[in-house]
Nanobody, 115 residues
């Protein structure tokens, strides 16, 4: 069982930046894949970015060049640095982890971008 605790969401103006954090229970190094998904009102949950234990990253086209995903094993935390935010990025952001092929989700953190 993996519990994921997210933080860092909030309200930001268009063009601004936010950094989301996700801390799993247990060792992050034992988790093969972590990532972020988001769900805007009236839309399906969609992939934002993922990162493997080996540091391989994958991004949705909509966030490439603006968002950076990273994981710090020493701090046992994964991050999503979000720059050049627009109103299209407004959503609830969910931390995701996959360990031994079992998926886990955080409770979600709201990101609101005002134009």
């Amino acid at each position: 069982q993996v519990q994921l605790v997210e933080s860092g969401g909030g309200l930001v103006q268009a063009g601004g930046s936010l950094r989301l954090s996700c801390a799993p229970s247990g060792s992050i190094s034992s988790i093969s894949v972590m990532g972020w998904y988001r769900q805007a009102p009236g839309k399906q949950r969609e992939l934002v970015a993922t990162i493997t234990s080996g540091g391989i990253t994958n991004y949705a086209d909509a966030v490439k060049g603006r968002f950076t995903i990273s994981r710090d094993n020493a701090k046992n935390t994964m991050y999503l640095q979000m720059n050049s935010l627009s109103s299209d990025d407004t959503a609830v952001y969910y931390c995701y982890a996959r360990k031994t092929w079992v998926p886990y989700w955080g409770q979600g953190t709201q990101v609101t971008v005002s134009s």
